[in-house]
């Protein structure tokens, strides 16, 4: 989802994505990133990323709310972008698709160090279009009270009074645009460990405008591409 806490349509774009996720437990997940300068300001919580700005740069679709499911293309190779009210069609067709790997993952914090020791196992089923594909890790927060315009077309997320912004991307472990897979044919078992230290804030800019990273809150979720970007 590219969104912005200045954008009043966004939690309806925020509502219609959280109902396909509860719709589709385990099989939906979403990314909410926000990218400054684009209705999204660096008030606290200061929600925006730089490597949060390369995608939101490479996706970025006429206005916002907007969303890109699964990187999908159309029939000309370009990237599809719409808004969230109108993408279950699209998220329909992929979930209909069949996949050439598997995914298994396992996060392992140590709350004194802050190291989160990650480890990703991709089994292939079939051979990728690719030869080469790409394995991105992010880290998402839930739980990060701030204002947001519009906060009241979304009241499922409004608490004593305060917007509560969930999934929201943090940071990224991986580069930007994923790390190199090359064993992309079937019967291919590729498995990679990161130690990645959480940070104890992200998005200070001064005047105490960045957001704890509250370990209790923070997620990771994996996903390989078969493209290096959009």
């Known amino acids: 989802e590219l969104t912005g806490r200045e954008c009043q349509y966004c939690p309806l774009g925020q509502k219609a994505v959280n109902q396909m996720m509860a719709t589709n437990p385990g099989r939906v997940f979403s990314v909410n990133i926000h990218r400054l300068g684009f209705m999204s300001t660096t008030a606290a919580p200061n929600l925006n990323t730089t490597k949060g700005a390369s995608l939101f740069n490479a996706f970025i679709a006429d206005g916002i709310p907007a969303v890109v499911i699964n990187r999908m293309e159309d029939e000309k190779g370009a990237l599809i972008k719409t808004y969230p009210n109108y993408c279950s069609s699209y998220v329909d067709a992929q ?122 809150n923070i997620h990771f979720l994996a996903f390989i591409t078969e493209k290096k970007n959009g």
Not at 178 to 196: C, F, P
Request: hydrophobic share 35%.
């Open 95 to 216: 979930m209909k698709e069949v996949a050439e790997v598997n995914m298994g993952g396992q996060v392992v914090v140590n709350p004194v160090t802050r190291i989160a020791t990650i480890t990703v196992e991709a089994y292939y089923t079939g051979d990728s279009k690719s030869a080469t594909n790409y394995l991105t890790i992010m880290m998402l927060q839930d739980s990060i009270f701030g204002s947001q315009s519009g906060a009241t077309s979304n009241p499922a997320q409004i608490i004593n009074g305060e917007y509560c912004h969930m999934h929201t991307l943090r940071d990224i472990v991986t580069d930007t645009w994923g790390d190199k897979i090359e064993q992309t044919t079937a019967g291919s078992l590729v498995t990679k460990t990161y130690a990645y230290e959480i940070p104890e804030v992200i998005g200070e800019t001064g005047g105490n405008n960045g957001v704890e990273v509250n370990l209790e």
